[in-house]
């Protein structure tokens, strides 16, 4: 049976400072915006559907070179050879030819500043299992299976168009996140603006991000565009200390995505604010102990809850503390058994583990006789079709 508990009334109370905001009217084809200090997704239109990434995938290519330099297979300063097939693509290119020994830093940076279709190939057959680049996609898709990235399957390294070759904008939340939390080292090259390999490509040397020299914030991460895809962007920015991710695809043009991505930005920062929900150790709500030294326990959040909520509107967010009950005893303080679900007016819903305030034992003889008393006496009650 699943028991449904209100807020106490305290907590009530703090729950009414939320109000709604104007929901971000987007003309992107999918959407995902979430907040990473308090985890609160802002924005989320068919943010789970597999989609085309076009080059914002080469994002993955990046997070498993960063996890093989980290691990000592691969190091900034080795330079890769590189094959004909890896030359052969069109496209983002650093012009490389199958001369060139190139180091891992400037293939590095070929990907990120100038989206490099062919610096992802040379990468992807130096770190591939069977040394091709379609081994390496088969790599990357169980890797991103592993980080929880469900909608993701890679045909190739860097998004050129391909069957099966998709992402939710979701997943490439996700990734942009662990990129920026996992290797804080390598993230301030996504702010680079320009970059000239070699001078032999005048033509390709800056970065197509449009927000990076708006004074917004941004600092990251990857632009995309096929004729499928539409134009995309998985950015982030910071602002005041907090933080957000963002992704847009399926936009008509450049001057769209870079005019949608800056109004995006804006909204996240200046129609939400942070507030202190509830803190850990206060009792929220008390839920129902079965064979226990006491009738109920009480439950609190592990850590204090701080999420966004809309600057404007009048409505206030719901809330319920929601668990499987009667607990069974025995309980130990800091069991997780319930989960408090609040939803912000205009938000997706959020749900927030809650542990247990206190240990409970199991009861004694006494505790143990009256509720199987009681069980009895209710069934007698109920009859043998179950009703008075």
Known sequence: MTLIARLVTACVAVIALSLPAQAFD??????YVKDLGTG????????D????????????????????????????QEKLPVSEHAMSYGGSTMFLDTTDRVSVEDLLRGIIVLSG???????????????????????????????GMTNSTFANSNGWPAAGHRMSMHDLAILAERLIVDFPNFYPMFAETTYEFDGRAPQNTQNRNPLLKLGIGADGLKTGHTEAAGYGLVGSAEQGGRRVVFVLSGLDTAAQRAQEAEALVNWSFRQFAEKEIVKAGNEVSRAEVWMGSAATVGLTPAKDLTTL???LGSDNMTAEVVYEGPVSAPISQGDELAQLVFTPEGLPEMRVPLVAAES???????????????????RLQQGPEGTL
């Open 26 to 31: 987007t003309s992107a084809k999918a959407a």
């Open 40 to 47: 609160t997704v802002l924005l989320s239109r068919n943010a």
């Open 49 to 76: 559907e597999p989609l085309p990434p076009a080059s914002m995938s080469k994002l993955m290519t990046l997070y498993v070179a960063f996890e093989a330099i980290r691990d000592g297979r691969l190091s900034l």
């Open 117 to 147: 279709n062919d610096a992802c190939a040379v990468i992807a057959e130096a770190l591939s299992p069977d040394g091709t680049e379609a081994g390496f996609a088969r790599f990357m898709t169980q890797r991103a299976q592993d980080m």
């Open 309 to 311: 909520v809309p600057v």
């Open 360 to 378: 409970v034992a199991v009861g004694g003889f006494a505790v143990r006789l009256k509720t199987v008393a009681g069980v009895l006496l209710k």
